[in-house]
C-alpha cells in the first residue's frame, strides 16, 4: 500500500499488477471513480484507492495526487523489469470516438496528450484527466503517448483514453520469459 498525506489529500491506493480487475474505489469525484473502475477492469489490475480530498474548492487537487499515488505504486509493483513485453499500444473505440494510447515501460517519465477537450463532464473539468495522465507517467517512469483520433462526445473519448491506457499497460506486463531485460542497456 502507499499512502499519501497532504494538506489538500489524504490518499492510499493497494494494487495487485496481476490481478482481475476487481477495483473499490472511493474519490468522492464520480466520474473520476468510473474512470478508474473502467481503468482497473480492462487492465486486469486489482485496485483499492481512497481519496479524502478537499473537493469544495475543486476536483484539481484530488485528481493529480491519486494520479501520483497511483504512479508510485505501478512504479513499485513494475521495476525492476524483467520478463515482460515493454511496449504495447491499444485503440478503444466507444461509439463514435476512438482513443489511441502507446506504451513503454522506460522507467523514463513523458506524456504525449493529444486529446483537445473543453468543459465538463458532469462536474468533471476535461482538463483533469491530463493532469492524472501527467502525474501517473511522472510518478511510475512510464512513456505514454494518448491520441484522440476521432470523437465528439467528451465522455466517450475521456473513457476511451483511461480504457486505451489500461488495456495498453496489461499488454505491455505480458509475462515472457525470452525478453529478460527487455533494453539493449541490461537495466530500466
Known amino acids: 500500500m502507499i499512502t499519501r498525506t497532504t494538506k489538500e489529500t489524504d490518499i492510499s491506493v493497494e ?13 468522492g469525484i464520480g466520474f473520476f471513480d468510473h474512470m478508474l473502475e473502467a481503468f482497473s477492469k480492462h487492465s486486469l489490475i486489482d485496485l483499492d484507492i481512497t481519496c479524502k480530498g478537499d473537493t469544495h474548492i475543486d476536483f484539481h487537487h484530488s485528481v493529480e495526487d491519486v494520479g501520483i499515488v497511483l504512479g508510485q505504486a505501478l512504479k513499485k509493483a513494475i521495476y525492476p523489469i524483467q520478463n515482460v513485453e515493454r511496449y504495447s499500444n491499444a485503440v478503444v473505440v466507444m461509439d463514435e470516438a476512438a482513443v489511441e494510447s ?9 506524456l504525449v496528450y493529444d486529446v483537445s477537450l473543453n468543459g465538463k463532464v458532469g462536474e468533471f473539468d476535461v482538463e483533469l484527466a491530463e493532469e492524472f495522465f501527467r502525474a501517473v507517467v511522472t510518478s511510475a517512469g512510464l512513456t505514454l503517448h494518448v491520441e484522440c483520433k476521432r470523437g465528439k462526445n467528451k465522455h466517450h473519448i475521456l473513457e476511451a483514453a483511461f480504457k486505451s491506457f489500461a488495456v495498453a499497460l496489461r499488454r505491455s506486463i505480458v509475462k515472457n520469459d525470452r525478453v529478460g531485460i527487455p533494453s539493449t542497456k541490461g537495466i530500466l
Open 15 to 27: 494494487l495487485n499488477l496481476y490481478g482481475t480487475g476487481i477495483s473499490n474505489i472511493s474519490t
Open 102 to 110: 502507446c506504451l513503454d515501460l522506460s522507467n523514463r517519465a513523458y
